[in-house]
Antibody, heavy 122, light 105 residues
Framework: EVQLVESGGELVQPGRSLRLTCAASGFTFGNYAMHWVRQPPGKGLEWVASIDWKGGDTAFADSVKGRISISRDNGKNSLFLAFSRLTSEDSALYYC???????????????WGQGTLVTVSS | SDLTQPPSVSVSPGQTVSITCSGDKLGDNYVSWFQQKSGQSPVLLIYQDSLRASGVPERFSGSSSGNTATLTVSGTQAMDDADYYCQAWDRSAGIFGRGTKLTVL
C-alpha cells in the first residue's frame, strides 16, 4: 500500500524559512516523479512544485519561484520542500503526491498524503 | 493559464450530473479529476481524460472535446457529495481548476 507521510509543518513567522519532509513507503520511490500541492484553509488546490524520478528535473509555480527548492533522497525514500522568505500567502496544508510516471511534467498525480499544515503568522 | 469550473452543482440521488472544466490548453493536454470529501485528502478519479483510476466506481466517467473536459456522475449517490477538481499540465506547470462543490440533495 502506498503511504506518503508529510511532516515539518508548523507556525512560523513571516520572512522565516521552513523545510517539509515526505516519507514514502509501499512502492519503489526512486521510479516515480513526485509533487507538492498545497491548499489554503477553505480554499482550492494549488500545484507548488515537481521533481522527476532522479531529481534532475524540477518545476515550480510562479507564486513560489525563487523562494523554494524541491529535492529527494531516493536512498531514504524521502521528498523535501524547502521554503525561504515565507509570507502569509504560503499558509496552507501541504500535500506530498506521487505520480504514475517518472517524468516531472505531464504525468498523473495518483496518490496523496494527509498533508502537513504550515501557518505563517507573527 | 486557467481552468474554469462551475463553483457548484446539485443533483438528486439517482440522477446524472456533469461537471465541466474548460481551458485554452486542454486541447493539447490530458485532464485528471479529483474528488475531495470534507476533511480528507483528494482522491484521483479520472486520468488521461477518461481512464478511471483503480477502485473508482463505474458511475464516474470522463470525456474531453476541444477545450472542455467533462466529469459525469451517473446514478449519483449521497456519498458523492464532495468537491471536485480538474487538473492539467501546461508544459511542466500543474494547473488546478478552482473546484466544483457537488451537492446531493
Amino acid at each position: 500500500e502506498v503511504q506518503l507521510v508529510e511532516s515539518g509543518g508548523e507556525l512560523v513567522q513571516p520572512g522565516r524559512s521552513l523545510r517539509l519532509t515526505c516519507a514514502a513507503s509501499g512502492f519503489t520511490f526512486g521510479n516515480y516523479a513526485m509533487h507538492w500541492v498545497r491548499q489554503p484553509p477553505g480554499k482550492g488546490l494549488e500545484w507548488v512544485a515537481s521533481i522527476d524520478w532522479k531529481g534532475g528535473d524540477t518545476a515550480f509555480a510562479d507564486s513560489v519561484k525563487g523562494r523554494i527548492s524541491i529535492s529527494r533522497d531516493n536512498g531514504k525514500n524521502s521528498l523535501f520542500l524547502a521554503f525561504s522568505r515565507l509570507t502569509s500567502e504560503d499558509s496552507a496544508l501541504y500535500y506530498c503526491t506521487k505520480d504514475i510516471s517518472p517524468e516531472a511534467g505531464g504525468g498523473t498525480i495518483e496518490h496523496w498524503g494527509q498533508g502537513t499544515l504550515v501557518t505563517v503568522s507573527s | 493559464s486557467d481552468l474554469t469550473q462551475p463553483p457548484s452543482v446539485s443533483v438528486s440521488p439517482g440522477q446524472t450530473v456533469s461537471i465541466t472544466c474548460s481551458g485554452d490548453k486542454l486541447g493539447d493536454n490530458y485532464v485528471s479529476w479529483f474528488q475531495q470529501k470534507s476533511g480528507q485528502s483528494p482522491v484521483l478519479l479520472i486520468y488521461q481524460d477518461s481512464l478511471r483510476a483503480s477502485g473508482v466506481p463505474e458511475r464516474f466517467s470522463g470525456s474531453s472535446s476541444g477545450n472542455t473536459a467533462t466529469l459525469t456522475v451517473s446514478g449519483t449517490q449521497a456519498m458523492d457529495d464532495a468537491d471536485y477538481y480538474c487538473q492539467a499540465w501546461d508544459r511542466s506547470a500543474g494547473i488546478f481548476g478552482r473546484g466544483t462543490k457537488l451537492t446531493v440533495l
